[in-house]
């Protein structure tokens, strides 16, 4: 069994930051072999992409609506990764959810349908 823990949310105002991280633990030997996404929903809205990143930490990708702002990063050693977030906006207010990769390999994927196992998220709340 894979577990994994999301922290690092909070209530921020517009234009400012936040580093969310999640750790992963239990059956983690694989860890590096894999790509890892993060995924948010809104109230009222369906669950969407935000970042992904291959297992070779260098490969990303993003959704248009965060490129430019959000950074997605990994640390394999500490089967860790982390999504650092500047000039949030009132819209990126969300539940954000950490992802495993279902499937060993470089291919990195945007579909919610591609991982296996989701952390219980943690809250965002960018103020006005």
């Known amino acids: 069994q894979v577990q994994m823990v999301e922290s690092g949310g909070g209530v921020v105002q517009a234009g400012g930051s936040l580093r969310l991280s999640c750790v992963t633990s239990?059956?983690?030997?694989?860890?590096?072999?894999?790509?890892m996404g993060w995924f948010r929903q809104a109230p009222g809205k369906e669950r969407e992409f935000v970042a992904v990143?291959?297992?070779?930490?260098?490969?990303?990708k993003y959704a248009d609506s965060v490129k430019g702002r959000f950074t997605i990063s990994r640390d394999n050693a500490k089967n860790s990764v982390y999504l650092q977030m500047n000039n949030l906006k009132t819209e990126d207010t969300a539940v954000y959810y950490c992802?495993?990769?279902?499937?060993?390999?470089?291919?990195?994927?945007?579909?919610?349908?591609?991982?296996?196992?989701w952390g219980q998220g943690t809250q965002v709340t960018v103020s006005s």
């Open positions: 990143i291959a297992r070779n930490g260098v490969t990303t």
């Open positions: 992802a495993r990769a279902g499937t060993m390999g470089p291919v990195i994927t945007s579909q919610a349908q591609g991982y296996d196992y």
């Open positions: 239990g059956r983690t030997y694989n860890f590096g072999l894999r790509a």
